[in-house]
């Protein structure tokens, strides 16, 4: 799998180029990872009346803690390394997901929420708790940027966080990969 540390910031561009995502661990200090954790449980006592999983941007784009999150030189080293100079805070979620209850995610291309032209933008993904198969982490498939974006069908015959999917018919699962 594509996992790097931020020290091989030109292998983290070719591996990012190649598959369409790649994993950077360790970027951030356990002090830092800690206070997001708490600002989500934060939120979430804050807001009773949205689902965990609907903290989005309308409530965090003026955040102090979330522009000084987002602006953390590090993250900014690791958006510029793939994408160049030029970066833009564009969109953010908070997706806390409830054990038992978590709303699912299909699958998806990001791009197709966003509507921007050219598609020169990054999703940069933080696991504040633990990630696994049986909790249900992101799955991604590698090498599927490669295929542009591909249409998104509305899906609302199961609890579905994003209300659309791409066509089961495309994805391949057997090649997806648990991050």
């Given amino acids: 799998m594509n996992e790097f540390s931020l020290s091989n910031l030109n292998e983290i561009k070719e591996a990012y180029d190649h598959d369409g995502f790649v994993i950077v661990r360790d970027v951030l200090d356990t002090d830092l990872v800690s206070e997001l954790d708490r600002h989500i449980d934060w939120l979430i006592e804050h807001h009773p009346d ?10 965090i784009a003026e955040d102090p ?8 030189q590090r993250l900014l080293d690791v958006a510029s390394t793939l994408i160049g100079p030029n970066i833009a805070f564009f ?24 509507g921007l032209e050219p598609m020169e933008v990054i999703t940069v993904w933080f696991a ?5 198969c049986e909790n249900g982490c992101v ?8 295929l542009g974006p591909v249409d998104h069908r509305s899906q609302t015959d199961t609890v579905n966080l994003l209300n659309s999917e791409v066509d089961p018919a495309v994805v391949d699962e057997r090649q997806a990969v648990d991050v």
């Fill in 50 to 59: 949205l689902r965990p999983e609907r903290l989005g941007h309308w409530l």
């Fill in 65 to 72: 803690f979330w522009i000084r999150f987002i602006s953390d």
């Fill in 91 to 114: 969109a953010a979620d908070y997706i806390a997901k409830p054990p038992r209850d978590g709303q699912a995610v299909s699958w998806h291309q990001d791009a197709n929420y966003w």
């Fill in 128 to 132: 504040v708790s633990q990630s696994t």
């Fill in 139 to 146: 799955r991604v498939i590698p090498g599927s940027h490669r």
